[in-house]
């Protein structure tokens, strides 16, 4: 009866907060949300802890003491989690590139994840952090998920934007959809953000095209020489970490990417790394081209972190 109680108190806290943060976002909800999100990390951490417990015990007596401090170990490692998942942390990377004219820094960031569990907090967090780029990068680019759909997105949400003195670009990500894409769109233009959305736009010595994530119900577009310059540094932003080799081939000499979050906690992270191919990090190919994938600023579901960054990354390109 005690866990037939406890199974249905979780599934409320989980069920609950989705249908009203879908209409409005309050205080409750997205404490609630947070509850859940971190009740889902302990609870798998809890299930590893007490198989490692159930496997040494096969083999060996384990006093109560012993227990009692290994399961003491997902406590402890979910106050570094998600003291982690809420430090954001500036990482430099540096692209060798033939034929540029000059030193670039670009600031690149990706899964803001704006919703129930990082709200405005987030938003002024990362506007906080680019403020303090503003004399050292040209540009900021965010490769999708500014939103992730656990929330409603309203008009005013993101005008902490608005004060950061350099231009940035933003191009959607599949969350991005989820609380509806003009909302998160609406959002961005009254924050000044230029949004791409399978449009191209030139920044001094740099030409970027971003490539939106695209549903059954939208079409990937044909991706040819218009969508570069060939006079300039060509920079696609697209949300996931897919197809650089044919972008490469095209001609864009960089691709901005995230969405795999890095895995955002072990053992995710092992997990992510099997699934993508290029789950984060710098990578350069045999014609000198770049992908860049960075592990994100927020957290998707749950609040925690752990062998990941919550990062902005200052891309310094420079003359090979």
């Known amino acids: 009866m005690y866990l037939i109680i406890l199974a249905v108190l979780i599934v409320l806290i989980h069920c609950i907060p989705m249908f009203f943060e ?10 609630l949300t947070t509850i859940d999100g971190i009740w889902m990390w302990m609870s798998l951490m809890f299930l590893i802890d007490i198989l490692i417990i159930y496997l040494i015990g096969t083999f060996s007596a384990l006093s109560f003491e012993v227990t009692l401090g290994l399961i003491l170990i997902a406590p402890i490692l979910g106050i570094y989690n998600f003291y982690k998942a809420n430090k954001l942390v500036i990482n430099e990377k540096t692209l060798k590139i033939d034929d540029l004219p000059r030193d670039i ?12 569990v990082r709200h405005k907090k987030i938003i002024k967090l990362v506007a906080k952090k680019l403020k303090e780029l503003e004399d050292i990068c040209e540009l900021a680019i965010i490769s999708g998920d500014l939103a992730d759909g656990s929330s ?43 949004v791409l959305d399978n449009e191209r736009k030139e920044f001094g010595d740099l030409s970027i095209f971003g490539l939106t994530f695209s549903f059954d119900d939208r079409s990937i577009p044909k991706l040819d020489e218009t969508c570069l310059n060939s ?12 197809y650089w080799e044919e972008f490469s081939k095209l001609g864009f000499d960089i691709q901005l990417s995230g969405h795999t979050h890095g895995g955002q906690f072990y053992p995710m992270t092992w997990f992510s790394d099997m699934m993508f191919k290029y789950n984060r990090g710098l990578f350069k190919n045999e014609i ?17 972190r752990g062998g990941t960054d919550s990062e902005i990354v200052i891309l310094k390109l420079r003359k090979s």
Do not use: Q, W
């Open 22 to 31: 879908a209409k409005k976002s309050t205080v409750v909800g997205r404490f």
């Open 288 to 304: 000198g081209k770049y992908l860049h994938v960075t592990t994100g600023v927020g957290s998707m579901d749950t609040p925690m």
């Open 152 to 194: 409603i997105v309203e008009p005013d949400d993101f005008l902490e934007f608005k004060e950061i003195d350099m231009p940035i670009v933003f191009t959607p990500g599949n969350h991005d959809f989820y609380p509806g894409i003009d909302d998160v769109i609406l959002a961005c233009k009254n924050a000044e953000i230029i």
């Open 231 to 242: 006079h300039l540094i060509n920079i696609i932003n697209y949300h996931v970490p897919y």
């Open 105 to 116: 820094n670009i600031a690149h960031l990706s899964d803001v994840h704006f919703g129930s």
